[in-house]
């Protein structure tokens, strides 16, 4: 399946140095049909120019203007909003760093994905976010077995993984825009960075897994987590059918991280948390997006609307769940 990938940034083209080239040589390096040449220059000329547009059309040109310290009640201080609904692809992985050999998690091995989200994000509107169920059972290519949907990471890594994910929910041509790829350091960076996460649990967790080397014990109440801690609860699954409440376990944290986003003096310490995070990411997000979307994200006062893809009734202890069938496309986004 081929895939559309929107320009990160427009190429330039740098001028040559060659002031001595003779006509000789000049047309040595034009060929036998000059002509042809100067067509294919031409072609090549036309595709970065449209490159540049593309890029244009989602995000407006940086303000050379504002080049100071962002407002600490101003979202849109930290960039200009992009001019268009940016889908992005999130993927959770479960090992600690992007370069671990082994992820010391189970299936132990290379890193596995954790967690998979599409995240909505539009100027003044509130962002959207999908929960995709990495226990979903799809065909990958190469094997005639249906897999969890989290094994498309391991198999093909982020471009197999995306691709799977838009033909699942039915997305136009070039969804998922763009992706991250978070291993656990760079959740802990992203919490400790911001000072903290609350949460409110329902019940205590106290959990020791030695195969996969991380324990969690949280009491029950109003709490705020460090990084280390909120890792603990969004790795936490009771056992291999429970992705369900991992799933609403990770809505807790999301919440609490709009929350603490939108604390006072939150603003000005964002370029610098942001350029830390994404030290540990895979993206192909430039720093200004980044910035661009989290000022997006922040120009309204909502909380995320959250959602998850509609599933059947498990099938006896089965571990591989199926869509809800009957649900109209595309499951997700609706509309711009």
């Given at each position: 399946?081929?895939?559309t990938v929107?320009?990160?940034?427009?190429?330039r083209?740098?001028?040559?140095q060659?002031?001595g080239?003779?006509?000789?040589s000049?047309?040595?390096?034009?060929?036998k049909?000059p002509?042809r040449t100067?067509l294919?220059l031409a072609?090549?000329l036309?595709?970065?120019?449209?490159a540049s547009t593309?890029?244009?059309?989602?995000?407006p040109k940086p303000?050379q203007?504002?080049?100071?310290?962002?407002?600490v009640?101003?979202?849109?201080?930290?960039a200009?909003l992009?001019k268009?609904?940016?889908?992005?692809?999130?993927?959770?992985i479960d090992?600690d760093?992007?370069n671990?050999l082994t992820?010391?998690?189970?299936?132990?091995?290379?890193a596995n994905a954790?967690?998979?989200m599409?995240v909505k994000?539009?100027?003044?509107q509130?962002?959207?976010?999908l929960?995709?169920?990495?226990?979903?059972?799809v065909?990958?290519?190469?094997?005639?077995?249906?897999?969890p949907?989290?094994s498309?990471?391991?198999r093909g890594?982020?471009?197999?993984?995306?691709d799977v994910?838009?033909?699942?929910?039915?997305?136009?041509?070039?969804?998922?825009?763009?992706?991250?790829v978070?291993p656990r350091?760079?959740l802990r960076?992203?919490?400790d960075?911001?000072g903290d996460?609350?949460?409110?649990?329902?019940a205590?967790?106290?959990?020791?897994?030695?195969a996969?080397?991380?324990?969690?014990?949280?009491?029950?109440?109003r709490q705020?987590?460090?990084?280390?801690?909120?890792?603990?609860?969004?790795?936490?699954r009771?056992?291999?059918?429970e992705e369900?409440?991992?799933?609403?376990r990770?809505?807790?944290?999301l919440?609490?991280l709009s929350r603490?986003?939108?604390?006072?003096n939150?603003?000005?310490?964002?370029?610098?948390?942001?350029k830390?995070?994404?030290?540990?990411?895979?993206?192909?997000?430039?720093?200004r997006?980044?910035?661009?979307?989290?000022?997006?994200?922040?120009?309204n006062n909502?909380?995320?609307?959250l959602s998850e893809l509609?599933?059947?009734?498990?099938?006896?202890e089965?571990t591989?769940?199926?869509?809800?069938?009957?649900?109209?496309?595309?499951?997700w986004?609706?509309?711009?």
């Amino acid at each position: 399946m081929s895939k559309t990938v929107i320009p990160l940034s427009s190429t330039r083209l740098m001028p040559t140095q060659d002031s001595g080239r003779t006509p000789s040589s000049v047309g040595r390096w034009m060929g036998k049909y000059p002509g042809r040449t100067l067509l294919r220059l031409a072609a090549i000329l036309g595709g970065l120019w449209l490159a540049s547009t593309a890029l244009g059309l989602l995000w407006p040109k940086p303000d050379q203007v504002a080049k100071g310290d962002p407002s600490v009640d101003k979202a849109t201080s930290l960039a200009p909003l992009p001019k268009q609904p940016i889908i992005i692809l999130l993927v959770g992985i479960d090992s600690d760093q992007l370069n671990d050999l082994t992820n010391k998690a189970a299936p132990m091995g290379s890193a596995n994905a954790d967690s998979l989200m599409l995240v909505k994000v539009a100027a003044k509107q509130p962002v959207e976010v999908l929960q995709l169920p990495i226990e979903l059972a799809v065909t990958l290519p190469g094997s005639n077995e249906m897999q969890p949907l989290a094994s498309s990471y391991g198999r093909g890594g982020i471009a197999l993984t995306a691709d799977v994910i838009a033909e699942i929910l039915g997305l136009t041509k070039g969804q998922p825009h763009r992706f991250v790829v978070i291993p656990r350091k760079a959740l802990r960076v992203l919490v400790d960075g911001l000072g903290d996460v609350e949460v409110n649990l329902n019940a205590p967790i106290k959990h020791k897994d030695n195969a996969q080397n991380y324990s969690v014990d949280l009491q029950a109440g109003r709490q705020r987590l460090n990084g280390g801690e909120v890792e603990q609860l969004v790795r936490y699954r009771a056992g291999p059918e429970e992705e369900s409440g991992r799933r609403q376990r990770q809505q807790w944290i999301l919440n609490g991280l709009s929350r603490q986003l939108r604390q006072p003096n939150t603003l000005a310490k964002l370029p610098k948390l942001l350029k830390e995070f994404s030290k540990e990411v895979q993206t192909d997000l430039t720093p200004r997006e980044l910035l661009s979307l989290t000022a997006a994200a922040l120009s309204n006062n909502q909380f995320p609307i959250l959602s998850e893809l509609p599933l059947a009734p498990r099938a006896g202890e089965q571990t591989l769940r199926q869509l809800k069938a009957s649900h109209p496309m595309p499951l997700w986004p609706q509309g711009n």
